[in-house]
Each structure stands twice: as structure tokens, then as C-alpha cells.
């Protein structure tokens, strides 16, 4: 047996004896280990980075501190099963770890988390200084393949879904008594579903990691878990917005900026539950080495004529595309066969997000938009749609992937811009980003973004 499966054999034991002392006597978990306590003190420390007395008081600490969130026990009860004979010696350890007494932690909006370690899913690559320091909170982990039982849920709206499809699994899996278990990993994916009759329907798949998938049985079914490599993010909630927010960290400023690509396989979501309610979520975005770096060069363009949906203040993306959105339905169903000729494109107030001013465009840019001057080119099937003009001159160029709101690989045009000495940013004209999709194409994945950022040649340059 290897080391790391010696140690893996002592971290799940201790998992499955948490509350019970003698269980985890330092003789009793090497000899589940099959290994001297000299040994079983050497390996676990040096692959897990903790004594092993302190990982089980972390661990202890953290069920504890989601008893005190999340139900109304007394702090006496939970210094008990935690091991500690005294809720004073209790409250010491507590307040030393998560910086709080366990009253004022009760209702504070810090959230202490200290997670089982799997050594199978240790850190799979670290990123440069500056990127560890500026997305501390993003790690690239290799998540083992295994075998897992999965649900459907089908919706008819997508807000919301992935917490309802948890709720109704976690439901089904409490009547058969298999919810609960410490060691039990619940992960979930989107599913692209067919229209009912027009109708449009979501899917949402949970997966439960378990060596016996057909053992549930009902509407459960067993499915491969692929595993692979992933950028993951931790969220400390299962809001919406959070979950949102969280995504968006990764895919539009982390992923840009780091050494790695979108892979093929889906994003998974894990659900970290007390008592069937969710209390955080890891956000496991599939990654690849990147092949190459997206390069960065000076190119000159005409004005172009486009015409877009703009939204302002805090809402403004949501305006914008709903607009676009509504305009698109709008013509197709006036069957105008101009209708989305060009090229989309997108803009927004680029370091601007908290302010008033914030804005925000979706549109096209026709197929004709640098020729044509024509008044009645300039119309019909725009109507609904506010002009714009894309002005001529030099723009700093990249094309790239659709990295979600483009954040990340606008920050590494400015830098590169300021780096470069040739250029200044040119603050009379619109940035904008230019999106090359084909019929059945999977945006988000495949298609080419061109990002065109204004600048003027520096004197001499």
C-alpha cells in the first residue's frame, strides 16, 4: 500500500469516527492505516500539512460551527461530542481557530470552513505569484473519476433550478436513507433539453458519488463521473446572484489571465449541505493547458455603422440583452430575412461596474456597416434599436475565447498597452468586442471574440 493510501485510509476513518475519542486514538488510526504511529505521524504530516491531532480538532471545529449556524444546540452540547470537556475549553479552541466566540459566531457573517482533505484531489498546478495572489480564492485541482448515481430534474425556467433539483434529490435520497453521510459528495450539471411543443424546458442533473450507484434504484440511474482537471472556486452561499457572481470570477477575469483554456467537459457544481439545506457550493470549472497565448497587435479600422440595445446603472446587461433579445423576436416574426445580418457585438463602461453611469450594449454591426450611407440602409429592420457609430483609427486587437464578460483579457490589453510605450488609451472612442458564431454553435465554448480597443500612436512611436 502507498503512503498517500495509507493516509487517505486514516482521513476517511477519521471522517467516519468524528465524535467518538477512543475511536481515534493515534493506535487505532495507524493501525487502520497499517502502519506505526511513528510512521502514521510522519506521512500524514507530510502530506497533508497537519498534525494529526490538530486536523481532527479543525475538523471537529468546523461540524461544530455548522451546528452553531444552522441549528439551535447549545454550545455545551457541541463542546461534548467535539471532545472537550468543558465548554470553556471548547470556546478557547474555537475562538483560536475561527477568530470569534462560539456565541458571536452564531450570528456573525463570517463562515468558518475546514473541509475533509482527499489526497486524490490535491493542487494540480500553481500559478504564478501574482495570479495566486490576486485569486487566492481559485485553486486547479484533478477530480478522480469514479462511479456516481444520478437524478433529472427538468424545469420549465432556469433561475433557481440547480437548488429545487437539490432539494427534490436530497428529499428522495432521505427516504431511502441515504442522505447525510459525511463522506456522501453531491455535484450537479446543466443538461440541454429538448422544447415541449415550443415550450422551452431546463435540465439539471445531480450526481452522487457513491461505489454502488444501482443500490438507489427509483428514478435514480447510474452514470459515469469522468472526472479531470478543474479550476475551483468556493462560494459561501447558494443564491443566485452568488452562484452568478461566482462564475463569473472564474470565467471572465481567472481564466483569461491564467495558463489554462475551457476544456470540453461539462462545469459541475458541489453542493456543501446541513440538514438538506445548502449552505455553500464549489464551482468546478473544466480546464486544459493552454496551447498558446492570444497575441496582441495594433490594427487600423474603419468607422463602422451598428446598431445596438443599451442598458444603464445597476442592471444594465440584464436591459440590454433582454432588449436585443426582444427586438430579435420581434423581426424574425415580421419574417424580415435582414434581421441579425452582421456581426453581434458587446461593450460596456469598462471600470466602471458601482457607478451610476454604468452601461451596457449588445447589437449588430451589419454586414454593409463601413460602405452604406443609404437612409433607408440605416431603418428598416433596425427600427427599435438605437444607432451607433464605431469610429476609425487604431485599435489594439486580440482574438480570443468567450471568456463571459471579457474583464480578464481587457486588463491584459491595458497592460499591455501601458507596457508597450507605442500607445495611449484613447478615451474619445468605444471599445467593443466583435463575436464570430455560426449556426449550432456552442457560444460559450467555440465561438472567436475580436476585441478592439482604441489607442493613439504616442509621439515618435
Known sequence: MSYADAVQRALDYIEDHLDDDEALELATLAEEAYASVPQLYRMFYALTGHPVKDYVRKRRMSVAANHLRYSKRTVEELALESGFASYHAFAKVFKKLVGLTPAAYRTAAIHYSFEPIRLGEQFAYSEDREQSERFPDVKVVRLQPGKAAAYLHVAEQEAGMENEAFRIAYERLTAIGAAGKRKARIFGCNVDMPDDGGHPRFGYRILMLTEEPDMLGGDWAAAPFAGGLYAVRKVPSASPAIIQEGWNRLVSEWLPKSNFELDDSPCIEEFIA?????????????????????????????????????????????????????????????????????????????????????????????ASASQSNDAADRTAPWEGLEERRLKAGDYAYCATRTYGSLTGVLEMMHRWIAASGDCLPDEDRQWFAEYEVSPGMDVERDAVVSLYLPVTRSVGA
Open 274 to 366: 446541513y440538514n438538506g439545506k445548502v449552505t455553500r457550493m464549489h464551482l468546478f470549472l473544466p480546464v486544459q493547458r493552454k496551447l498558446r497565448r492570444e497575441t496582441i497587435e495594433i490594427v487600423r479600422r474603419p468607422e463602422l455603422r451598428a446598431y445596438c440595445a443599451r442598458g444603464i446603472g445597476a442592471d444594465a446587461q440584464s436591459a440590454a440583452e433582454q432588449r436585443l433579445i426582444a427586438w430579435h423576436r420581434k423581426t424574425l416574426s415580421g419574417k424580415n430575412g435582414s434581421a441579425g445580418e452582421g456581426i453581434y457585438y458587446m461593450s460596456f463602461a469598462y471600470g466602471m461596474r458601482n457607478s451610476a453611469d454604468y452601461w451596457w450594449e449588445n447589437g449588430i454591426i451589419p
